[in-house]
């Protein structure tokens, strides 16, 4: 189970009197739990990918607490990232290794036996149905192909929770298609804890036991997408999310350099 609660995060952008600060993450609570998919919706900017990279423990947030499993991430981020697999939107795949290398290699960083990480690759490999792969390297992979390899890689260890980080971005149907199928068996064969971020609806509307709407660095919404629907009245989840997301104007994000706070 991952628990998020008053997580902020800001950055500096450019330099000297140019400088600002931007609070891309402003107050993001969320819960997501075993056995369910949660979803983290929202517009390009609204602060999903750093929301993630921060529960990763990929950057260290200003303010906010993180639990993975009832460990607090600030204080041991190395037992919290044991219990994660992370599929960052950059796939970072070894383009000279094969595959199976890209796999294994990551499995031995883990801390698994060579062993062991040879039979979990195997049985990722009939998971992900990625036999045909195993043995090609990795460089001239299709974008598919190589979502199904970094997944593998994410998922060696066996990790409780899952991570994915806007999945389906240049997949195209069939991928798409697989990676959803994927994802289900985790959640309903092996109870997993997955938390993905998307823009997309339909990936909502397909997959998600629960939803996260971020907008403008917060969270302003979380149920399913039953109940968000009837929170707005809407039938169409498109427009309840509208009506959620854009439901007041928008603070100001930015202030002069010289006025930020220090992170904690």
Same mark, same amino acid.
């Given at each position: 189970?991952?628990?998020v609660?008053?997580l902020?995060?800001?950055? $500096?952008?450019?330099?000297?009197a140019r400088?600002?600060?931007?609070q891309?993450?402003?107050?993001? =609570?969320? $819960?997501?739990r075993? &056995?369910?998919? +949660?979803?983290?919706?929202?517009?390009?900017?609204? &602060?999903?990918?750093t929301?993630?990279r921060?529960?990763? +423990?990929l950057?260290? @947030?200003d303010?906010?607490?993180i !639990?993975?499993?009832g /460990?607090?991430a #600030?204080?041991? @981020?190395?037992?919290?990232l044991?219990?994660?697999g992370?599929?960052s =939107?950059a796939?970072?795949?070894?383009? *000279? #290794?094969t595959a199976?290398?890209?796999?294994?290699?990551?499995?031995r #960083?883990q &801390? #698994?036996?060579?062993?062991t990480a040879?039979?979990?690759?195997?049985?990722?490999?009939?998971t992900?149905?990625?036999?045909?792969?195993?043995?090609?390297?990795?460089e001239?992979?299709?974008q598919?192909e *190589?979502?199904?390899?970094?997944?593998? *890689?994410a998922?060696?260890? =066996?990790p409780?929770?899952? /991570?994915?980080?806007? @999945?389906?971005?240049?997949?195209?149907?069939m991928?798409? !298609?697989?990676?959803?199928?994927?994802l289900q068996?985790?959640?309903d064969e092996?109870?997993?804890?997955i938390?993905?971020?998307t823009? $997309?609806m339909?990936?909502?509307?397909?997959?998600?036991?629960?939803?996260v709407?971020?907008?403008? &660095?917060?969270?302003?919404a979380e149920?399913?997408?039953?109940e968000?629907?009837a929170?707005?009245?809407?039938?169409?989840?498109?427009?309840?999310? $509208? =009506?959620?997301?854009?439901?007041? @104007?928008?603070?100001?994000?930015?202030?002069?350099?010289?006025?930020?706070?220090?992170?904690?």
């Amino acid at each position: 189970m991952i628990e998020v609660q008053g997580l902020r995060r800001r950055f $500096v952008q450019g330099r000297g009197a140019r400088a600002r600060v931007v609070q891309a993450v402003d107050g993001v =609570d969320f $819960v997501a739990r075993n &056995g369910c998919i +949660t979803g983290l919706l929202g517009s390009n900017g609204a &602060g999903k990918t750093t929301t993630l990279r921060m529960v990763a +423990t990929l950057l260290a @947030p200003d303010a906010g607490q993180i !639990r993975i499993d009832g /460990i607090d991430a #600030l204080r041991a @981020p190395a037992a919290a990232l044991g219990r994660l697999g992370v599929l960052s =939107d950059a796939r970072g795949l070894y383009p *000279r #290794l094969t595959a199976r290398e890209n796999i294994v290699y990551f499995a031995r #960083l883990q &801390g #698994l036996s060579e062993a062991t990480a040879q039979a979990r690759t195997q049985t990722l490999a009939q998971t992900l149905e990625l036999h045909a792969l195993l043995d090609r390297r990795t460089e001239g992979f299709s974008q598919g192909e *190589r979502m199904k390899t970094a997944l593998a *890689r994410a998922l060696v260890h =066996d990790p409780p929770n899952i /991570i994915l980080d806007e @999945p389906t971005n240049g997949l195209d149907v069939m991928a798409t !298609r697989a990676l959803r199928r994927t994802l289900q068996r985790l959640r309903d064969e092996e109870g997993k804890c997955i938390v993905f971020s998307t823009h $997309v609806m339909q990936e909502v509307e397909r997959l998600c036991d629960r939803v996260v709407v971020i907008a403008r &660095g917060r969270t302003v919404a979380e149920d399913s997408v039953a109940e968000l629907c009837a929170r707005t009245g809407r039938t169409d989840f498109e427009q309840a999310f $509208v =009506d959620l997301a854009f439901a007041e @104007p928008s603070p100001a994000l930015e202030m002069p350099a010289d006025h930020r706070r220090p992170a904690r």
